[in-house]
């Protein structure tokens, strides 16, 4: 039995969701007696499909065209489909990640599969894999099975671990998918990049803040804090809908629900649907003036106190512990 | 254009979630419904559609009777139709996928609005999935659109940035907040769509392909530790991160 383990690239690098998956399907072939095929697509991409074997690949299929240089919606989708039924993969796993949750509802239907979308946790029992997923912005658990003989996983990005790639190798499969006009009904022409921004879907540390900062300007301490803990700005509904902040920052169930290692919120009290989208964080701390703020019912550390206080000194000690 | 625009249902997001006693769902006693968040930007972009190339456009939700509230709102702001699928089976996103997919070809669609993921099962798969269906295109998390000779350019949002897609018509567009400003219904639409036919038939019949087991909440997080109540914490709090937690 072969897993595919779809590998993100962008640009001629790895997300390190890439790994994370790899890794993943690894730990799950390990169960099943099965092996895990990776499958890179893009452009220039194969001096980099060498990397995957470290995260337990046996072997990388690389589909390498001037074509699949941007993600089309489409070809990418092609291509996914196809090497999945010529590997005769009967477990497809990929990143829940922008590209990915794009792709994965038109890779079900050529396959014919059940999809299981945005996992925390995949285990096997007696030949069978259980995924577990967030629903509700993780206000709840759902432990779900495929009934499909093919099946796919999305896997939530910054959960499942990759650590550090090993010495074994894998081998390196260049194939050929054939692409006509029509495959590329749906392509991207253009990627903007928000320049050094980092999103808080990847981050491994999130400071956020909220409507007690009181106005937009205030941001400044935030983004002061993120950058001495090379983080990324997060914020609160409120202060999104205020516009104060940009959409892509919200943290929360109609915003992005996030799983750092570390999120810092600041002036932010803990509305519900704020809670349910940064609960599952490794480790939180929460910065507010009011004791009873249900953000505090999260937090593994709080500070009662003024943010514009309390902000700048952390800060500081920061610095001074990483030598900035 | 004949234009579709998919809504749902959900409980709204103060809810807290208690799981009903099959384990599998959620209790849905004291829970309020609204319609889908995402969707509301969806119906706002059908309508700004058919505001620039004229046609109707139809409204459609699958589910229980409970959601012709839902489908009363989407007529309030405007739309024109709307279609209640009946069913009271829990579905997955692609069975959902495929009684939508066939209803938009029964009516002829020509192009279909949905938000980018409802938020209650949060799967953001079923735009994707009605599109492939259908051999259609599909833009997802959709900040902007523009139309033109059949035709689309959308931007959409990826991790720390957004893409700029080109795209054939016919085609599923799934909306993210910041497409649009979803207008408020007036009175007058309030009334109107009192009026306005809501057309029930059953959905069809569509396979399970992923079963939920169980549904449990996530761990309780144990009550932590007030590290100070002013900056002087800060060092301390530092110290903590960097020896006890050791994330930093």
Known sequence: MKILAFAEQRNGQFKKVAFEVVKAAKTVADQLHAEVVALVVGNNITSIAGQLGGYGASKVVVVEDAK????STTAYAKVIADIAKTESAEVLLLPASAMGKDVAPRVAVKLNAGLAVDCTALSVNGGTITATRPVYAGKGLVDVAIKTQTKIFSLRPNVFTAGNPSGATAAIEAKKVGLNDDDF???????????GKKDVAEADIIVSGGRGLKGPENFKLIEDLAGSLNAAVGASRAVVDAGWRPHDEQVGQTG????PSLYVAVAISGAVQHLAGMSSSKYIVAINKDKDAPIFTVADYGIVGDAFEVVPALTTEIKKLLGK | MKILVFVNHVPDTETKVKIGADGKLIDPAGVNYMLNPYDE??????LKTRQSFGGEVVVVSLGGEANKETLRKALAMGCDKAVLLKDSAVRDSFAVAQSLAEYAKEYGAEIIFGGKQSIDYDDAQVG???AELLGWSSVSVVVKLEIKDGNIIAEREIEGGHEIVHAKLPAVIMAQKGLNEPRYPSLKGIMDAKRK??????????EIRVEVSAMRNPPAKASGKIVGTDASAAAELVRLLHEEAKVI
Not at chain 1, 68 to 71: A, R
Not at chain 2, 197 to 206: D, T
Request: glycine share 2%; hydrophobic share 45%.
């Open chain 2, 41 to 46: 930007f969806a119906v706002e972009e059908a």
């Open chain 2, 128 to 130: 994707g999935l009605v």
């Open chain 1, 185 to 195: 009904s749906v392509a991207v022409k253009e990627v903007r990049q928000s320049s």
């Open chain 2, 197 to 206: 036919p809501i057309e029930e038939k059953p959905a069809s019949a569509a």
């Open chain 1, 68 to 71: 699949l240089e941007l993600y």
């Open chain 1, 256 to 259: 992005k629900t996030v799983s």
